[in-house]
T-cell receptor, first 114, second 117 residues
Framework: DSGVTQTPKHLITATGQRVTLRCSPR?????VYWYQQSLDQGLQFLIQ???????AKGNILERFSAQQFPDLHSELNLSSLELGDSALYFC?????????????FGQGTRLTVV | AQKITQTQPGMFVQEKEAVTLDCTYD???????LFWYKQPSSGEMIFLIY??????QNATEGRYSLNFQKARKSANLVISASQLGDSAMYFC??????????????FGTGTRLTIIP
């Protein structure tokens, strides 16, 4: 158990809908990262938060948004869903920004858009 | 820009043999961390081992060791005495220097390892 909790584990929804994925980082971890893993794209970095503030953005679509709350949990909102959004979405957390600290992943949310 | 290259899309190894998974990286950051993750068919990402750029010794964690050659920019994972449960996808990743805004994990494309009984 990595200590990072993601809910839900599985989500099936229709095109055009909106969903929210939730991530609780390990206790004490200030930095949260969101990744998308689809079959043809590998692991793509979406967005990073550090202590409530957006730190970095990757290949995140405008239809997607995220935030980190004061208790450090984070939510990833996906709207106007398309079939191509079907993927495994991971959250990872790290205690600090420095690259010399490990990052641990949650179990992922498998999103299927039908 | 950070880049991770894994040149072995798939490998087949006999049970109990040692296996080396290749990873090369590219960065100009003064400090960075290198990681290996295992992703079994169930999908979760399991942290295996970490090597810091300033670490003098190669990292080891049980049957896993990281062969770090800084001058060659390589960070190969060695699994000793492979087991059937080692069959999975393996990802090499790097975190760069946060002073350059590079602290996110950058992943390679992965190597699918299959252990043959």
């Amino acid at each position: 158990d990595s200590g990072v909790t993601q809910t839900p584990k599985h989500l099936i929804t229709a095109t055009g809908q909106r969903v929210t994925l939730r991530c609780s980082p390990r206790s004490g971890d200030l930095s949260v990262y969101w990744y998308q893993q689809s079959l043809d794209q590998g692991l793509q970095f979406l967005i990073q938060y550090y202590n409530g503030e957006e730190r970095a953005k990757g290949n995140i679509l405008e239809r997607f948004s995220a935030q980190q709350f004061p208790d450090l949990h984070s939510e990833l909102n996906l709207s106007s869903l398309e079939l191509g959004d079907s993927a495994l979405y991971f959250c990872a957390s790290s205690v600090e920004l420095t690259g010399t600290f490990e990052a641990f992943f949650g179990q992922g949310t498998r999103l299927t858009v039908v | 820009a950070q880049k991770i290259t894994q040149t072995q899309p798939g490998m087949f190894v006999q049970e109990k043999e040692a296996v080396t998974l290749d990873c090369t990286y590219d960065t100009s950051d003064p400090s960075y961390g290198l990681f290996w993750y295992k992703q079994p068919s169930s999908g979760e990402m399991i942290f295996l081992i970490y090597q810091g750029s300033y670490d003098q010794q190669n990292a080891t964690e049980g049957r896993y060791s990281l062969n770090f050659q800084k001058a060659r920019k390589s960070a190969n994972l060695v699994i000793s005495a492979s087991q059937l449960g080692d069959s999975a996808m393996y990802f090499c990743a790097m975190r760069g220097d946060h002073n350059f805004g590079n602290e996110k994990l950058t992943f390679g494309t992965g190597t699918r390892l299959t252990i043959i009984p």
